[in-house]
């Protein structure tokens, strides 16, 4: 079992940066994904980043060129630097793991971006 924790996240003003991190315990399989999500109100998740335990990395449209996910593999901890922040990209941001083929999700944290 998988565990996940976060930390980042705030407010902070349109144009300014921001990393958050999560810190994954108890992995079991060398083959895993971390990354982000987030969530608006609503049921729909949009991908943020996700970066393979092999270094390839997936951009959600709307960040791409914004944002930068990276990995510390030591510490199994995974970041995601955000820069050029706007009010669209407040949100509930959840770390996200697949651990082989178990998935896990992190609590959330807020990012609001003010105009």
């Known amino acids: 079992q998988v565990q996940l924790v976060e930390s980042g996240g705030g407010l902070v003003q349109a144009g300014e940066s921001l990393t958050l991190s999560c810190a994954a315990s108890?992995?079991?399989?060398?083959?895993?994904?971390m990354g982000w999500y987030r969530q608006v109100p609503g049921p729909q998740r949009e991908l943020v980043a996700l970066?393979?335990?092999?270094?390839?990395?997936t951009y959600g449209d709307s960040v791409k060129g914004r944002f930068t996910i990276s990995r510390d593999r030591a510490k199994n901890t995974v970041y995601l630097q955000m820069n050029s922040l706007k009010p669209e990209d407040t949100a509930v941001y959840y770390c996200y793991d697949r651990d082989g083929p178990n998935k896990y999700w992190g609590q959330g944290t807020q990012l609001t971006v003010s105009s």
């Open positions: 108890g992995r079991f399989y060398s083959d895993n994904v």
């Open positions: 970066m393979t335990n092999g270094g390839s990395r």
